[in-house]
C-alpha cells in the first residue's frame, strides 16, 4: 500500500513550485499571491493576476486533462489538482471554472460553435466566467430554480434573480440555469445558458460576507439569448450541472491550505510565551495540537480516496462528500483553536500592524464557515453521505 504519489507526478509537483517561485519573484507577485488569503475570489481581475493567469496558460497547465483535439494533453485529471493544490497553497488563482466545468461540459456536450469560440480562449487564459446557480428560493435545492427562459423568436428571453454569484463583478460570460419548461418535473425543465455580463439587461449587486469575500446578487431583465449560446440539449441542464458539480467538489477543495494553516498555528505555539511560559509547554494546547494533527492527517487521507476514486474512472460522489464535509469544518476547528491560543491578541484585524501573524487567524476564523456553505452545505454531504454510502432512504 503506498499513500504517496508516483514520481511523475512528484516531478510535475517539482515542476509547478519553480514556476511558482518565478512568478513570486515579479514585483506584482504580492497582488496575487498571498498565502495569508483564504481563497482567490474575492479578488478583482486586477492586471498583476491576469498576467499570472496568462503565464499559467503559456507554461501549458489550462487544459491539461483537455482532449488533444481541442488542444489539451490528455492527462489524468490528478494533474490539475496537482497545479491547483501548489497554487492554492501560496494563494494564488487556481485554474478554476473555465478549464473546469465550463471547459469540461462544452466538450462533453457543447455544441461545435460554443467549442471553437470559447475554448481556446479559456487555454489562452483570455475569459473569465461566473456561475449562476443559487437563487433566493433555490440553494440547496437547486433544482427549484425559477429564472425562467422563454422562447422568443430564434432565441430565449431571461428573467429573473441569482443570488450569489462569485466573479460575476470581473468575469466575461455567465454560466446561467435557467427553467426553460415550467411544466416538466423540476429536475427536467433546466437549460444552461451562455450569456455576456455586460449584456444591459444584467444588474450586478455585491454581497460582502463575513470573511471579506465578495459574492454578487444579480438580476436578470429581459436578456434576449439566441439559440446558439444554449447549452447542450434543450431541458438537459439538470445533468450537465450535476456531473460539472461533481467535477467541482474534486478539484475546488484543496488539501494544502489545511496544512499550511496547522503549520502555522504549530510555529504560533512554539513561538509564542503565556505568562513568561512557551504555549507549546501547556498541557491543553499540546493535547489540541495532538488532535489536530491527527485530523489533517485524516483529511489528507479523505482527499486522497477522492483522488483515487477519479483516477479509476468512478464519480467520487461520497468520497468528495465525505472530505468537504470533514476538511472544511476542521478549517474552522483550527481556526477557532488559533483564536483560543491566542486571547485577546486574536481579536486584532489584519489592518492592525499588532495584529499577530497579520490578522490571518482573525480572518480566518470569520472565512472559513463560508467554504462548509458553497459548493454544497455540510447538511447537504451529510445528506450524500446518509442516502448514497449508507443507503439509508428518506421517508416520511
Ligand atoms: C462564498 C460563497 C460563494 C458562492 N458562490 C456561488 C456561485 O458562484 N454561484 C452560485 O450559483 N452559487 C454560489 N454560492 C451559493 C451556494 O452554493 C449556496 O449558498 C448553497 O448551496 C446553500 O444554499 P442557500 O444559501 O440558499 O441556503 P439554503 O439551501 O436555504 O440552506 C439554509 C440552511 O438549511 C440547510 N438545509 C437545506 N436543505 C437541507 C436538507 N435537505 N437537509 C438538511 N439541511 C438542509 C442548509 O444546510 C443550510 O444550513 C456561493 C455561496 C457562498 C457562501
Known amino acids: 500500500m503506498n499513500f504517496e504519489f508516483g514520481i511523475e507526478e512528484q516531478k510535475f509537483v517539482a515542476e509547478v513550485r519553480h514556476f511558482i517561485a518565478e512568478q513570486a519573484m515579479l514585483e506584482d507577485a504580492h ?45 489524468p485529471g490528478i494533474y490539475e489538482y496537482l497545479l491547483n493544490e501548489e497554487l492554492s497553497r501560496v494563494g494564488a488563482p487556481l485554474i478554476g471554472k473555465g478549464v473546469g466545468c465550463v471547459g469540461q461540459t462544452l466538450i462533453r456536450h457543447g455544441s461545435d460553435k460554443l467549442k471553437a469560440e470559447f475554448l481556446p480562449k479559456i487555454l489562452r487564459a483570455e475569459v473569465e466566467f461566473a456561475l449562476g446557480y443559487t437563487e433566493p428560493g433555490a440553494g440547496s435545492d437547486l433544482a427549484s430554480l425559477k429564472l425562467k427562459a422563454e422562447r422568443s423568436d430564434d432565441g430565449w428571453m431571461l428573467n ?17 440555469a435557467a427553467r426553460t419548461d415550467p411544466l416538466a418535473k423540476k429536475h427536467k425543465g433546466i437549460s444552461l445558458f451562455l450569456v455576456p455580463m455586460d449584456h444591459p439587461g444584467i444588474t450586478i449587486t455585491p454581497i460582502e460576507t463575513l470573511g471579506e469575500h465578495v459574492t454578487n446578487q444579480v438580476f436578470v431583465d429581459d436578456v434576449w ?25 474534486f478539484t475546488f477543495y484543496t488539501f494544502s491550505p489545511l496544512e499550511e494553516k496547522f503549520n502555522r498555528l504549530l510555529e504560533l505555539v512554539k513561538s509564542t510565551l503565556r505568562d513568561g511560559r512557551p504555549l507549546s509547554s501547556d498541557p491543553c494546547v ?56 491566542l486571547g485577546e491578541d486574536g481579536l486584532l484585524h489584519k489592518d492592525d500592524e499588532d495584529a499577530p501573524m497579520a490578522g490571518k487567524w482573525e480572518w480566518s476564523y470569520r472565512a472559513t464557515p463560508l467554504d462548509t456553505i458553497g459548493a454544497g452545505t455540510s447538511e447537504i454531504q451529510k445528506n450524500i453521505i446518509a442516502r448514497k454510502k449508507l443507503q439509508l432512504p428518506l421517508e416520511y
Open 160 to 176: 429573473g434573480q441569482k443570488m450569489f454569484t462569485t466573479s460575476a463583478h470581473f468575469a466575461d460570460w455567465y454560466w446561467l
Open 31 to 75: 497582488d496575487v499571491m498571498n498565502p495569508n488569503r483564504e481563497s482567490d475570489s474575492i479578488l478583482s481581475d486586477t492586471p498583476a493576476r491576469k498576467r499570472f493567469n496568462k503565464a499559467m496558460a503559456e507554461r501549458g497547465y489550462m487544459g491539461m486533462s483537455w482532449p488533444k483535439q481541442y488542444g489539451g494533453k490528455e492527462l
Open 225 to 249: 439569448v439566441s439559440d446558439e449560446y444554449l447549452v447542450g440539449e434543450e431541458n438537459k441542464g439538470w445533468t450537465y450541472i450535476c456531473e460539472a458539480l461533481d467535477y467541482e467538489r
Open 286 to 341: 499540546r493535547r489540541d495540537m495532538a488532535r489536530l494533527a491527527t485530523e489533517v492527517e485524516t483529511a489528507k487521507m479523505l482527499q486522497r480516496r477522492v483522488i483515487y476514486t477519479a483516477s479509476t474512472g468512478e464519480v467520487p460522489s461520497v468520497e468528495a462528500a465525505e472530505c468537504k464535509l470533514f476538511s472544511t469544518e476542521l478549517h474552522q476547528r483550527l481556526s477557532r483553536a488559533a483564536m483560543d491560543f
